[in-house]
């Protein structure tokens, strides 16, 4: 017996990508309904072998369906997803809106699996930023061994993280600069996007920092330990799909640079590749369509008594989005809802 299942925002790429991971992890689908806004309405989305089509949001009626995978902003979040948890059915929010909720826990299901006992406050479960996830993959199990200060990250961020749009707009930039009649002006960010780096992800704050820095440290703080100190410089890069994050971590007591590989090579949902010669090391192309975690270049930082630097590396539309959001459905299908 499995599960009658929503996929909201169906037409986007986030909600492809759940789609292509349900079908890929053999979740225990007994019906599946696909929804989008009305100006996407009846258009056609893939699941596995089947073409579907999507279902208006706006008139759906979620009675009786058990898990709604939520992939749309958090406007329309706001409006549908108190109506889907209203009717029994769990939501699992690929959007920033209850992520800070205290009533509604954000599970990266390697890190705090049991944390999705508490989606029944307001039967719903929140999925954390792309750029968080990856990272606290790889921070939890260095921190259950030595517990973590201090975390410094620098991350570098694709475009696909800002959607279609973001993505459209640095291939029309890069076309335009070879064919200088045709000029493509920043929309989707600040600043030109192609060949460039732009130290600017979401609006600013007070304080100076951006507000994809302060869901880093907000989010790492609640899904690991509230006492673990971060700072973080985000920076879009012109990279398609994954997301980078150079990690400088400061614990509370010595750990060799050889005993965090081999916990990290032990940990789920890690993969290390660190050799230290030309090439041994992942990149994000390499990392796309992959689930895993990737880490490399793991060494001491000698400028502080207890320091380690890594490289991570991940597919920001599976691990940092679709994938975490299937695992959440998986942890909550073993764990609470036991039906497939």
């Not at 929503?6 to 986030?14: H, L, R, S």
């Not at 509230?226 to 920076?235: E, F, G, L, M, R």
């Not at 991940?314 to 073993?334: F, M, P, W, Y």
């Amino acid at each position: 017996m499995g599960y009658r299942v929503v996929v909201v925002g169906a037409t986007g790429n986030v909600g492809r990508e759940m789609l292509n991971i349900l079908d890929e992890r053999q979740f225990p689908v007994d019906e599946l309904a696909v929804l989008a806004s009305r100006r996407s309405l009846g258009t056609d989305v893939s699941f596995g072998d089947k073409t579907l089509k999507t279902k208006d949001l706006d008139t759906f009626d979620f009675t009786g369906w058990d898990i709604a995978l939520f992939a749309v902003g958090s406007d329309a979040t706001k409006k549908y997803a108190p109506v889907a948890a209203k009717t029994g059915c769990i939501v699992i929010d690929n959007s920033s809106l209850y992520r800070y909720d205290p009533d509604v826990p954000l599970v990266v299901p390697e890190v705090n699996p049991e944390a999705v006992h508490d989606y029944y406050k307001k039967n719903i479960i929140a999925n954390p930023n792309c750029s968080t996830a990856q990272m606290v993959v790889a921070l939890k199990p260095l921190h259950d061994r030595a517990k973590i200060k201090r975390v410094v990250v620098s991350t570098y961020q694709s475009v696909s993280g800002a959607g279609k749009e973001g993505a459209d707009e640095l291939w029309d930039q890069t076309k335009s600069i070879y064919n200088p009649t045709s000029e493509v002006p920043p929309k989707m960010f600040t600043k030109q996007i192609a060949f460039n780096v732009i130290p600017h992800i979401d609006v600013f704050m007070e304080d100076g920092t951006t507000k994809e820095e302060w869901k880093m440290v907000a989010e790492t703080k609640k899904i690991i330990d509230k006492s673990i100190k971060i700072t973080a410089t985000c920076v879009r890069v012109p990279v398609f799909v994954g997301h980078s994050e150079a990690i400088n971590i400061e614990f509370e007591e010595f750990l060799d640079e050889d005993e965090a590989r081999d916990i990290l090579r032990e940990a789920p949902g890690v993969m290390v590749i660190d050799k230290r010669e030309d090439g041994g090391y992942v990149t994000p192309v390499e990392c796309v369509g992959d689930y895993a975690t990737f880490i490399s270049r793991i060494r001491q930082d000698s400028t502080i008594d207890n320091g380690l630097n890594l490289w991570c590396v991940s597919d920001n539309l599976r691990k940092g989005a679709a994938l975490n959001a299937v695992q959440i459905a998986e942890t909550l299908g073993a764990r609470v809802l036991k039906k497939g």
